[in-house]
């Protein structure tokens, strides 16, 4: 059982916009501004698409947001396309618990 | 351009100790702030963080298996090395190590390409 909660799919169809949460505690996203967000297609390694909570990485389609309220992180990615297929994981620091707790990881469906 | 490669065995039998290399180029393990984590990926299920080594030496561990883990680096190599012992078929995973940018921060920018390990008599 993951830290951090997320759904396990979500789908939408192409130029749609869809939101994947994360939900944890006070003591890891409800207290840290360092949630993260990786993006992982099939057999390859996870790619950073944001960090500490909403800032983008260089070269990260600026159709990824990252947004928090309280102990949930959301992603939102607009206008999908079919390159975004994948699986969507967020990532938080958690203090004295432990420098990182992952989310179950949410598979995204382009319809 | 920063790039960071695993290598180590593919099959280990329980009780052994496994022993994985991260090669790292683009970067050194000397600069300050720099770090670089392992991360580990079991089949189809989520990423769990195992620990990580900063340019100064100072390492922490994930607390559920702080007693079977050690990192070290070798600067003048650019490699990390993860020691895991007794290993245990529920440690069949991809192995990643990934680049941290800054002492502050808690993401991981770069990813090596994995290794999967399998845990097997």
């Known amino acids: 059982q993951s830290a951090l909660t997320q759904p396990a799919s979500v789908s939408g169809p192409p130029g749609q916009s869809i939101t994947i949460s994360c939900t944890g505690t006070s003591s890891d996203i409800g207290t840290y501004n360092l949630v993260s967000w990786y993006q992982q297609h099939p057999g390859k390694a996870p790619k950073l698409i944001i960090y500490e909570d909403n800032k983008r990485p260089s070269g990260v389609s600026n159709r990824f947001s990252g947004s928090k309220s309280g102990n949930t992180a959301s992603l939102t990615i607009s206008g999908l396309q079919a390159e975004d297929e994948a699986d969507y994981c967020c990532?938080?620091?958690?203090?004295?618990?432990?420098?990182?707790?992952f989310g179950g990881g949410t598979k995204v469906t382009v319809l | 351009q920063i790039t960071l490669k695993e290598s180590g065995p593919t099959l280990v039998k329980p009780t052994q100790t496994l022993t994985l290399t991260c090669t790292v180029s683009g970067f050194s393990l000397s600069t300050s702030g720099v770090g670089v984590a392992w991360i580990r990926q079991p089949p189809g299920k989520a990423l769990e963080w195992l620990a990580l080594i900063y340019w100064d030496d100072d390492d922490l561990y994930s607390p559920s298996l702080r007693s079977r883990l050690t990192i070290t680096k070798d600067t003048s190599e650019n490699q990390v090395v993860l020691t895991m012992t007794n290993m245990d078929p529920v440690d069949t995973a991809t192995y990643y190590c990934?680049?941290?940018?800054?002492?502050?921060?808690?993401?991981?920018?770069?990813w090596g390409q994995g290794t999967l390990v399998t845990v097997s008599s």
């Open positions: 990934a680049h941290i940018p800054r002492s502050y921060t808690r993401h991981f920018d770069y």
């Open positions: 990532c938080s620091y958690a203090g004295s618990r432990s420098y990182a707790v």
